[in-house]
């Protein structure tokens, strides 16, 4: 299926790595001009030079995307080279804290009380103020052709909640809420606001974190005991399966979706 992104420009935020990275890479392939944004520069020159490399058309577009005035001249610098902004991916993010063992298993002990007003910040600047200064930026640009897609890479701890990840969840919680505002008042602009919700993503940093190949193995197991369909597939979450679904609601076909969250995580979290 042609899902006729050819030649829009996308911009995916935290994507000099893994899971922006993989959505970007997919973008990419389907033949849009993708700009690559991330804190750091130099992630953000490989992976887009990685992607020109492999075909792809991309630049990159470092910026922090906690500042506003930082924001908006990397929009504009998008704009003034590729001519408009038609995709934000919202995918810049700290990740959520690593989930605890403990004597009481899964459920790990309390951890909010501990947790710093800095850090709180630091979520909520990243996670949510990210996404506004984004589409403060790139709205006027869609608004004006009449066209554009929006989309928060959030997580199942959006809707579930979840120990641990009370800061995490409210951030990323945050986020849905402001994608379903937007959705409904600029829809009339043909300008669509979607939410991804993602399950677990055990890349190598978080792995190594985990110990002996032993210790791995059990954490990693652990994990798959919450998803439905790890077993069948023995793994957790992909970049890809992240990427594929961007695509589709970064598309053109997708119009009739707005304001919507979706969840790409093997089954963990099937609210409506
Ligand atoms: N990894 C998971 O298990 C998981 C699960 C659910 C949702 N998510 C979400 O997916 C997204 C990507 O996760 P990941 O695991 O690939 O994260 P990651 O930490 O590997 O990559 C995030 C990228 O964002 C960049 N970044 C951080 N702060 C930034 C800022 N202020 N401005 C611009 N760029 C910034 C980082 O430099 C990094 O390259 C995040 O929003 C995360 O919350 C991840």
């Not at 902004?85 to 004597?103: K, L, Q, T």
Request: charged content about 20%.
């Amino acid at each position: 299926m042609d899902l006729e992104i050819k030649g829009h420009i996308a911009i995916v935020t935290g994507a000099g790595r893994h899971i922006g990275l993989d959505i970007a890479r997919e973008l990419a392939r389907e033949g849009a001009r993708v700009a690559i944004n991330d804190l750091f520069a130099e992630r953000a020159e490989a992976a887009a030079a990685a992607i020109r490399r492999e075909g792809g058309q991309a630049m990159a577009a470092p910026a922090d995307v906690t500042d506003l005035a930082a924001v908006r001249a990397m929009v504009d610098k998008v704009v003034s080279a590729w001519g408009s902004v038609h995709i934000v991916v919202n995918n810049a993010g700290i990740p959520a804290p690593p989930a605890g063992g403990s004597e009481f298993g899964t459920r790990a002990e309390p951890v909010f009380l501990q947790s710093s007003p800095e850090e709180w910040r630091r979520y909520v600047d990243v996670n949510y103020y990210g996404m506004l200064h984004t589409s403060h930026a790139a709205l006027p640009h869609m608004q004006k052709q009449g066209y554009g897609r929006i989309l928060g890479i959030v997580s199942d701890a959006a809707r579930t909640g979840g120990p641990r990840l009370a800061v995490y969840a409210g951030a990323k919680a945050a986020m849905v809420g402001f994608a379903k505002s937007i959705a409904g008042e600029y829809a009339r602009f043909g300008i669509t606001a979607n939410c991804l919700s993602l399950g677990a993503f055990i890349h190598q940093d978080i792995d190594a974190t985990w110990g002996t190949p032993e210790e791995r193995e059990k954490r990693r197991q652990m994990f798959m005991g919450f998803y439905p369909l790890a077993k069948k597939h023995n793994r957790l979450t992909l970049g890809s399966d992240a990427a594929y679904a961007v695509a589709m609601l970064a598309s053109r076909r997708s119009e009739w979706i707005t304001g919507q969250i979706f969840s790409v995580s093997g089954g963990f979290c099937m609210a409506g």
